[in-house]
């Protein structure tokens, strides 16, 4: 009986640190000499013939095509395929011209309150005078009238300002001194005001 206690004792003292543990044994490696297979990445191959981008913008925001060139280069680079990249640009490119609608029905708004701050209070006098200057210009040539609206000419600040400037030559009477004149539509020139004079 002793004999077994002191056995159970060693075997305690074994599992013990500083005891005598021995490892599992390990079984040889395999005498195979070809490499394991890595696992397969599963991704489809993405196609990158940019050959067949065909995606372009409106012409009148990118006339040189040079927007649609650079995003196929950049999209090429970045390892997006060409469905997607021709998906994308034209949402961009949609996104674009809605936008630009959604400016352009405003343009007449931001021209009339831009004319205000510049012209402050004698805007009625440059407003009356630019619609006699609008006038002088297009009224033998509709064509051209139709041309600078629906270009939005008219509701460019700029063009605004220079149709104001050729209204004033056509009536140098109190409006050039600040008064408010006003703008009468069956004498737009004013040469029945300065008749009676």
Known sequence: MKNLRFKMLLAADDNQPGGDITPPPVDPPADNKT?????????????LDYSKFDAKLDATIDPSDLSS???????????????????????????IVTSRSQYNEKAAERCEAALKEKWGDD?????????????????????????LEQS?????????????????MFKEDPQVHGSNATYDAKDPYGFAKQDKK
């Open 69 to 95: 060139k650079n995003f196929a280069a950049k999209a090429k680079e970045l390892g997006i395929s060409v469905e997607a990249a021709k998906d994308l640009y034209t949402t961009v490119g949609d996104s």
């Open 35 to 47: 490499p394991p297979t890595p696992p397969a990445d599963n991704k489809p191959e993405v196609d």
């Open 152 to 168: 939005g000419a008219f509701d460019n600040p700029l063009v605004a300002r220079l149709m104001s400037k050729v209204g004033m």
């Open 123 to 147: 805007f009625e006098v440059n407003n009356n005078a630019l619609k006699r200057g609008a006038l002088k210009l297009t009224e033998i040539d509709k064509d051209f009238r139709d041309e």
